[in-house]
Each structure stands twice: as structure tokens, then as C-alpha cells.
């Protein structure tokens, strides 16, 4: 347990050192959340990079990942002259902030109480996730990931973190969820902050963190949710440099998108929306030079990664092919539009007509639709948001456009397409916040 | 005139938020009971299971096939090599819980390829081929184990 509370705390630290270096304001519950899933991310990619050259996994493997990582950290931050900044930002919550907070809370625990009691059982989570992990951990070499497990071609932020998990027991190794949970709840809520008062701040946490299917995944071994956290917090970032033209968000966005991208495979897909956007942002600042410093990091997670796939284990994925021949259509407008209303009636009938949508997202599909309706006005003021927000839904069409060719679309519909869906859901519910906050700002400075 | 258009946005803005307020406090009451109810309902039924086993909590997910993966595991060297049939259907959760024992799917042909011993998985009518070697027949309902030592198979 004493290991084990190390391990967390080493990982913390690694990720608040890192977050640190960007010069942006962020406030304390931002960076506490960010230091886990960037401190977790850059420490499996630590881990993974020796194994290129044959290093072996281990203890000595993860306490060498964790002081390199720290040095070049302190190294970059002794090169800029930075101070060390420990001053923590508390203003008072209001009664009905901490209520609400209370409830966050409780829901956190009860997600955490799970990990502990439930054992990892879920069809993914033993076919994928865990059993690379499992191998890694039990084999001690992060090169038999390939061989065990379904989707070779999976990347191993995932993976690599439940073998690091694995030396305290299956209980921990399920916590590594629940700490995603609450960390994507506390970058949703110190942005929300920045944005708007704390009752809606806290109250736009609480529907997020009450959402059934986000639940459901901070108690199952997925990696969904991980890649909800990163994506997210990546768009966030980004629509606050689009707003402040501050390069350090940009530099945070991009480091988490590329983590995303380290997390799962669609993560490449997924940087589309960011990269268009940014595009257009640049296009009218004129600052030509910001995509290509988005790009930076992702490179340097992906081309290790792509090194180690072609190269090491040899392994490729069977969706390049299918969204390479979509993309094909789409540029020539050879579209298949059998495909396209195919698969349109399917999600009708699957999501619609059945009203599973509410089961699984509760409320928050139809609140955005009617606040956005409501404010539609606003909508130039948010262009930057709604603009990645749409671009997302395009992807998730895209998505699904391309494994129809496949002739897998069923399949992928009946399970797939809420977990995809999950990377992105939060930003709906974040907007909606934004849109009512204004409102609700004006209508008491009246 | 301008007065009358100011008051007129002015009733605009005013029925818009109420609009507002009840949309958001309808929608986030449903949300808020539908999600706490599927939370209450998870933590009670881990709180019942807080005292039942490991084995037993997946013997309620994974039925048989628990006790079955769990026989071999217990009666299998970990660097066995494992042969099942062609389709088993529970094959994308055999690495997991069989870890690091190297597992194949097939039939004869797959069988002569490999290097022995090799451990043949006895399940319905697989294997349908002479098997050399003694045999272990796991009975789920009365939970013995049968052993031939002699014993081949047609």
C-alpha cells in the first residue's frame, strides 16, 4: 500500500513538474488533474521508449523513466529561469458550491469503491487492455503487447500503465480509472471556473460526473475514458488560446492531444477538428508558425510509436486501409450515399427510436440542442468551440462512413459508438455551461 | 419608438431566461435522478458483494467457463502450450486469465506443428482426433476430476 501511494504520489509530482512549464494561469484544480493524466502518460511513455532498444520492464525501468523525465524537466526549467511557484490560488465557495461539490465527491468515492470491490471482467477489458498489461507485467518486456490481446496496432499508454499497476494487486490496477474520472472532473471544473461563477461551475461537474456512461467507465477497464480526459482538456486549451492567444495553452493542447493519440489509436483521427481549427485561428492572426508547433509533440509520442509498429512488432491496421478509400470518396464527392442514409437509419433506430440515448447520456443531448437553439444569437462568440464541437460529430460520422465499407457497421454501431462518442461528450455539456453562465453574469450584474 | 423596441427586447431577454432556467433545472433534475439512481444502485450491490470471493464474482459473469479456464490453469505448468478447438468461443478472454501460457487454435495439422508436450483441451466434440497421453475430465455439476492415466482418445 506504502508502494503504492509512492507510485501515485511520483506520478503527481511528475505531472505538476510538467505541467509547470507552461506559463498560463491555471487554477489549483486544473493542475491537480492534469498532473495525473499527464504525469501518468509521460511516465509510460518513458517506460515504452527504453524498450525500443530491448531494455527490459521493471521496477529499475520505471525508476529510470521517472528521473530522466524529472531531470530534463528541471533542466528545461534551470535553462528558462523559472520560479518555483507553490502559491495556491482558494477563493470562497459559496454554500450551495460545496453541496454540490459534496456530491462530486461522494460520486467519486462510490466510482473508486467499485474499482476495489469488482474484479476486471468486461469483454474489452480482458480481450484488450488488461491482458497486454497482463503480459507486459508477467512477461517483463513491453514487446510481447503484439503478441497477447486483440488490435496489435492499440497504442500502450493504457497498457503500460496496468502492468506499472500490476505490482500492487487487480484492485489497483482498476484505480487507475477512477483517477481519470476525477481528474477529467477537475480540469471540467477549474476551466468551467475560469469561464463562470462556482454554483454553475460545480453544477455542470455534478451532471458530468452523474452522466451514466461516463460512470460506467470509471469503474471498467477501457480506455475510453482516458482518451475523453486527454481529447477533452485538449480542445479546452485550445479554444482558450483561440480566446487569449496565449502559446502556452497551445503548447498544453498539443501535448494532450498527443497523449490522446498515445492512448488510442483513433487519436490521430481525432486531430483533425483540433488541426482545422487552429488552422483557420492562425489564417486570420497570421501567426503561420502555431500549426506547426502543435505538431511538435505529437511527433515525438507518434513516431516512436510508429517505429515500434512497423518496425519491432510489425503490426498495421486493418482501418488505415477503409478510412484512406472514405477520405478517397470524400475529396472526389464519389460519396456512397446508400451508405451514408444506411447508416443514418441505423442511428435513428438504434438511438432515437429506442430512447437509448437518454439511458446512456442522460439529459445532457437534448440541453444543448435547446440552450444552443436558445442563444443562437451567441453562437459567433463561441464560433471557436462549436466549430471543434461540430467538426467532432463530423469525425464520429467519418468513423462510421469508413467501417461501413468495411461491412462492419452493426457491430460497430452496437457497441463502439457510445465509447467513441465518449471522447468528446464532455465539450457539449461544457458549452452549454458557457452559453447559461453568460446569462446568468449579465442578468445579476443587472 | 425606440422606447417600445427597448422594452420589447428588454421582454425578450426576460422570457428567454426564464426559458433558460426551466430548460436547465428540468433537464439537469432528470439527469441528476436518472444518475444517481444508477450510482445508488451500483454501490449497493458492491456493498452486498464486499464480502463474497474473487472466484465467485467471476463465476457469476463468466458461468462455467470460470471454473473451466481456472482447471486448466491449476493443472498446466506456466510455460504449457496449450491446443483448443479451431472456434472456441470464449477465445478473446483465454489469454487473460491462461497468461503466460502459449495458446493455439486448431486441429491435427496445428497439433503436428507444434513442439511437445502439448496440453489438447478436451471440449464437446473436440478433439476429433487420436490423442497420445493420459487425460483429465474437469465434472462441472459434481466438481471431481477424472484421471486416466492410459487413456487415448477417438
Not at chain 1, 93 to 100: E, N, Q, Y
Not at chain 1, 238 to 261: G, I, P, Q, T
Not at chain 1, 271 to 293: E, G, S, Y
Request: with cysteine.
Amino acid at each position: 500500500m506504502i508502494l503504492f501511494i509512492l507510485l501515485l504520489c511520483g506520478i503527481l509530482f511528475l505531472g505538476s513538474s510538467f505541467t509547470s512549464l507552461f506559463k498560463c494561469k491555471l487554477s489549483w484544480w486544473e493542475r491537480f488533474g492534469l498532473a495525473y493524466g499527464l504525469g501518468l502518460g509521460t511516465l509510460t511513455f518513458g517506460v515504452f521508449l527504453p524498450s525500443l532498444v530491448g531494455a527490459p520492464f521493471g521496477k529499475h525501468t520505471l525508476v529510470f523513466a521517472l528521473v530522466v523525465w524529472l531531470a530534463v524537466i528541471w533542466y528545461v526549467k534551470r535553462k528558462r529561469r523559472d520560479e518555483l511557484n507553490l502559491r495556491i490560488h482558494w477563493d470562497r465557495p459559496s454554500l450551495p458550491a460545496i453541496i454540490l461539490a459534496g456530491g462530486i465527491l461522494l460520486v467519486s468515492l462510490a466510482s473508486l469503491f467499485e474499482s476495489v470491490v469488482q474484479p476486471i471482467w468486461s469483454l474489452d477489458a480482458v480481450a484488450i487492455w488488461a491482458v497486454k498489461g497482463k503480459a507486459i507485467f508477467s512477461l517483463g518486456t513491453v514487446r510481447v503487447a503484439g503478441d497477447y490481446g486483440y488490435h496489435s496496432y492499440y497504442p500502450l499508454n493504457i497498457p503500460i500503465a496496468i502492468a506499472l499497476f500490476y505490482y500492487f494487486g487487480e484492485p489497483f490496477v482498476k484505480s487507475i480509472f477512477p483517477f481519470y474520472f476525477m481528474a477529467i472532473l477537475m480540469v471540467f471544473y477549474g476551466c468551467l471556473r475560469r469561464h463562470g461563477c462556482h454554483n454553475t461551475a460545480s453544477a455542470g461537474t455534478l451532471i458530468l460526473a452523474l452522466t451514466p456512461f461516463v460512470f460506467e467507465h470509471s469503474t471498467i477497464v477501457y480506455a475510453n475514458l482516458p482518451m475523453a480526459f486527454y481529447y477533452t482538456s485538449s480542445v479546452i486549451y485550445l479554444y482558450a488560446f483561440c480566446k487569449e492567444n496565449n502559446r502556452a495553452f497551445l503548447m498544453l493542447s498539443s501535448v494532450l492531444v498527443a497523449m490522446a493519440c498515445w492512448t488510442r489509436a483513433d487519436g490521430l483521427i481525432w486531430l483533425f477538428p483540433n488541426l482545422t481549427v487552429l488552422t483557420i485561428c492562425a489564417l486570420r492572426r497570421k501567426q503561420w508558425l502555431d500549426p506547426i508547433l502543435y505538431a511538435g509533440p505529437i511527433l515525438v509520442f507518434f513516431v516512436p510509436w510508429s517505429v515500434f509498429t512497423h518496425y519491432i512488432i510489425k503490426a498495421e491496421s486493418p482501418y488505415v486501409n477503409a478510412a484512406l478509400e472514405s477520405l478517397k470518396q470524400l475529396f472526389t464527392l464519389n460519396i456512397n450515399t446508400a451508405h451514408l442514409w444506411y447508416i443514418l437509419c441505423l442511428f435513428y433506430r438504434r438511438y432515437v427510436a429506442l430512447g437509448s440515448l437518454a439511458l446512456c447520456w442522460g439529459y445532457v443531448w437534448p440541453l444543448f440542442f435547446s440552450v444552443l437553439l436558445l442563444y443562437c444569437t451567441r453562437i459567433p462568440k463561441y464560433s471557436y468551440l462549436l466549430a471543434l464541437i461540430g467538426l467532432d460529430i463530423l469525425v464520429l460520422f467519418f468513423i462510421y462512413y469508413s467501417a461501413s465499407l468495411g461491412g462492419r457497421v452493426e457491430w460497430w454501431v452496437g457497441g463502439s459508438f457510445y465509447r467513441i462518442t465518449l471522447h468528446f461528450f464532455p465539450l457539449l455539456l461544457f458549452q452549454t455551461i458557457l452559453l447559461i453562465s453568460d446569462d446568468i453574469r449579465r442578468w445579476r450584474s443587472k | 419608438m425606440k422606447k417600445n423596441e427597448c422594452t420589447l427586447a428588454l421582454i425578450a431577454q426576460r422570457v428567454r431566461y426564464i426559458l433558460m432556467v426551466i430548460i436547465f433545472v428540468g433537464a439537469s433534475m432528470l439527469h441528476l435522478h436518472l444518475g444517481v439512481r444508477v450510482v445508488l444502485d451500483r454501490s449497493i450491490q458492491n456493498l452486498m458483494d464486499l464480502h463474497i470471493s474473487y472466484d465467485e464474482k467471476m463465476r457469476r459473469k463468466y458461468e462455467w467457463y470460470y471454473d473451466f479456464v481456472s482447471f486448466i490453469r491449476k493443472n498446466t505448468p506456466d510455460d504449457a502450450t496449450i491446443l483448443f478447438p479451431h472456434q472456441f468461443v470464449w477465445s478473446y478472454s483465454n489469454e487473460y486469465f491462461l497468461l503466460p501460457r502459449r495458446l493455439h487454435y486448431g486441429n491435427r495439422e496445428t497439433l503436428r506443428k507444434l513442439k511437445p508436450p502439448v496440453y489438447v483441451v478436451i471440449y464437446k466434440e473436440f478433439p476429433t482426433f487420436k490423442v497420445e497421453g493420459p487425460r483429465m475430465i474437469y465434472d462441472s455439476l459434481s466438481g471431481l476430476i477424472h484421471y486416466q492415466p492410459k487413456s487415448t482418445g477417438e
